[in-house]
């Protein structure tokens, strides 16, 4: 579970009958003898030690982090004062080459959703960003083909620094467009082998999953650039950082949430039905983040003005993995090294900030949830990989360009603080994170292991805003609240699983997911446990909003599991669960969950897959 209770705990050690685990874990780069007092050892059976204390709270916004020249700071907050003319210091103007015609698609004259009292609660800020998209005389934000002029401009293949930058094409979109991405470094080179070399953890950013959520894109651009020759670059001293602004270019194209087919591809990163959807399980596989933030925009008006009669408030509602088994210590990370850090950023701007939450489509339901628990979202899935996972939800849905430079703000100060705690902390995250992938793997064979979990109900004040006067109105709500799980179901931790010779598409899914699958050499047997079936209905899938966009019907299928001697043939697959993805192989494997490979159509049979409960006397080849 994503809850954290003993800050010394000491992690099992690992069965030495197990193969191998996958990729061994970078280690951390020399460091001050003070911290080096802090690291782990190479040894498993060895405590992680007392958490490092977190910097004191603070009232304004953390103090910059040096700049590579004496006596310079990396000012904050970023953006440009409307009054200046002159290029910022520090900063390099590169034109962009001339823009493609553009075609307007994604943005027509709207009338504002509410009036002049509510719009004056959220004032342009200070400064104003620029981006092809934010021009004041347009109506359309900026289109692909201008985000990858952007990108172009920024990928200098000979840099004049330090700093390195490398355009990378991801993929394909399901109408051909180029899915784009940005590599910033100060790395010897620019390959994923050069990153996990360089002594500096690797952090990834990702906008615009769903196609009407602009803001994060727009905001992105501005981060791409301070990072390759402005305000950020120093803290490319301490950390890599690969951008992706759109990952729905499609959706983004026609001012839609879903994909082309209709998925959202935010509820497809274990299933990976959607190319866009691999093209970013791919990038985080390739250079293996610590950090991966993932910027959104949330409806304003819509269900909660129906409901509540009531328009959302908050400029920014932020989250951090809520799913099943995620680590304890990274929970603990994410909320002391990133949470707190970014609210007081957010506070010190000017924004308010609150966690994020939803409700239901059903006008009758008024319930408020945070975000789900599901391993399903880029959030929860990206956790499950042993990252710190962030999402950055600004105001935005259902208001078109209204307060838009706001919402850009909102998000280049939320991101900014996250790259700036991830260089603050980059040893201590390394730390962790060499500790989560032993204690993953060590837990193989051993224990519980949660197959489901729910939000714990509760109810609190929420703000709202009164949609006549503007002015705060507190409503008492009932709030499903992901910060603490209920276990519903759980089973005993087998050693792996095991897939039929059949299974090949849940066997590359596994495999896009960064899990090690091992392709059985010799026939043998092993003891395990079977899926007996109980009870079956159809169904669809579901989230805290309602129907999951995309999806084709699942298996709602409910199981009893069945100790048994079972043969195992030359050529079925096992998934050793000694290895640090683990729990992604639980969520994806465990047939009886809404998410499951089994409920979704990769595993056509129960009796294609088991729980293999000790370690197996086989042969194995890896197919990795």
């Known amino acids: 579970m994503n809850m954290y209770s003993n800050p010394h705990r000491t992690p099992p050690e690992a069965s030495s009958a197990l193969p191998p685990p996958a990729r061994p874990q970078r280690m951390p780069w020399k460091v001050s003898a003070l911290l080096a007092a802090l690291l782990l050892t190479a040894c498993s059976s060895t405590p992680l030690p007392p958490w490092p204390s977190a910097p004191a709270t603070r009232t304004s916004a953390p103090a910059p982090l040096p700049r590579v020249q004496p006596g310079t700071v990396v000012p904050a907050p970023l ?14 103007a590169s034109p962009l080459p001339p823009p493609a015609p553009l075609v307007v698609q994604n943005e027509g004259p709207m009338a504002p959703p509410y009036g002049a009292a509510v719009a004056a609660r959220f004032p342009d800020p200070p400064m104003a960003y620029s981006t092809p998209g934010l021009g004041p005389d347009r109506r359309a934000f900026t289109t692909n083909a201008e985000l990858g002029q952007w990108l172009h401009s920024l990928a200098d293949p000979a840099p004049r620094g330090p700093t390195r930058t490398k355009l990378l094409n991801l993929g394909m979109s399901q109408r051909g467009e180029p899915i784009l991405g940005l590599l910033v470094t100060r790395a010897a080179g620019t390959e994923p082998a050069n990153l996990d070399t360089s002594g500096r953890p690797t952090v990834v950013l990702v906008g615009q999953q769903h196609g009407d959520e602009p803001a994060g894109s727009e905001a992105l651009l501005v981060i791409s650039r301070e990072l390759a020759h402005g305000l950020l670059e120093p803290l490319l001293d301490r950390i890599n950082v690969v951008i992706v602004p759109r990952a729905n270019p499609d959706g983004a194209a026609v001012g839609t949430r879903v994909t082309a087919n209709g998925v959202d591809m935010n509820r497809d990163h274990l299933l990976l039905n959607t190319p866009e959807a691999r093209a970013l399980a791919k990038v985080v596989n390739d250079y293996r983040p610590i950090l991966v933030v993932d910027a959104h925009e949330y409806t ?22 809520t799913t099943a088994n995620y680590p304890e210590f990274l929970t603990k990370a994410s909320q002391e090294w990133y949470h707190q850090p970014m609210v007081a950023a957010l ?9 994020y939450y939803t409700t239901s489509t059903n006008p009758d339901d008024k319930r408020i949830s945070m975000g789900g628990t599901q391993p399903d979202t880029g959030r929860n899935v990206n956790g499950l990989k042993n990252t710190v996972s962030l999402l950055i939800e600004t105001r935005g849905v259902g208001i078109g360009r209204m307060h838009i430079q706001r919402r850009v703000h909102s998000q280049v100060t939320a991101i900014t603080s996250a790259l700036r705690s991830t260089a603050e902390r980059a040893a201590n995250l390394e730390q962790v994170r060499s500790f989560v992938a032993r204690d993953v793997s060590a837990q193989a064979c051993r224990d519980q292991v949660v197959v489901e979990a729910a939000a714990t109900p509760t109810q609190r ?9 503007g002015a705060d109105r507190a409503i008492r709500v009932d709030w499903n609240s992901s910060l603490t799980l209920r276990p519903t179901k759980t089973r005993a931790r087998p050693c792996g699983y095991w897939l039929s010779a059949g299974s090949t598409a849940a066997v590359e899914r596994l495999k896009m997911l960064g899990l090690q699958v091992m392709r059985v050499a010799e026939s043998g047997s092993a003891l395990a446990d079977i899926y007996r079936e109980t009870a079956r209905e159809s169904g669809d899938r579901q989230d805290v909003i309602g129907t ?14 069945v100790r048994s001697a079972i043969d195992v043939p030359a050529g079925s697959f096992y998934v050793p669960l000694n290895q640090p993805r683990a729990n992604l192989a639980v969520a994806a494997l465990e047939p009886d969950t809404q998410n499951s490979y089994f409920a979704n159509h990769l595993i056509e049979e129960l009796g294609n897959t088991a729980r293999i409960m000790s370690p197996p006397a086989l042969v194995f080849e890896d197919i990795n």
């Open 79 to 92: 953006g440009q004062a409307p009054q200046a003319q002159a290029p910022r210091q520090g900063a390099i």
């Open 300 to 321: 304003v008006v819509g269900r909660y003005l129906q409901k509540f009669n009531a328009i959302q408030r908050y400029d920014a509602l932020l989250q951090y993995t």
């Open 347 to 355: 506070k010190a701007q000017g924004l308010t900030s609150d966690w």
């Open 461 to 469: 004040e929420l703000d709202f805003l009164d949609p006549e006067t």
């Open 548 to 561: 999951i966009a995309g999806g084709k019907g699942i298996v709602r299928v409910q199981v009893s599991p």
